[in-house]
């Protein structure tokens, strides 16, 4: 059964109870889907770590860097999650971002 979620990106907050800031998006998910959404923003954490500690070795370029690439594949795949869950709002705002224009929305 789908339930209402709230989400922010930039918290990366996940709930079910709307406060604050975190009802940037509104999506419609199951618990394993919430669940889905959460482990892909736990990897695009371990990419941005990774990508930080990179950082700290200049002789290695930032356009061939793996950590960087997978925490662009990792947002792009979480953009894409949202708008499939999203609500109409939602998925309003992701399609004037741009942010999905090389994937199929």
């Not at 509104?26 to 500690?53: C, K, P, S």
């Not at 947002?75 to 309003?92: C, P, R, S, V, W």
């Amino acid at each position: 059964m789908k339930k209402k979620f709230y989400f922010n990106m930039g918290s990366q907050e996940i709930s079910q109870v709307r406060y604050a800031n975190n009802d940037t998006y509104v999506i419609y998910a199951t618990e394993d889907e919430a669940n889905q959404l959460r482990q892909q923003l736990d990897g695009m954490n371990t990419a941005d770590m990774n990508a930080f500690y990179r950082s700290h070795v200049p002789i290695k370029s930032y356009h061939h860097d793996k950590p960087n690439d997978d925490y662009d594949a990792g947002i792009t795949d979480a953009f894409q999650m949202i708008y499939d869950l999203g609500d109409n709002e939602t998925k309003q705002h992701i399609e004037n971002m741009g942010i999905l224009s090389d994937y199929r929305m």
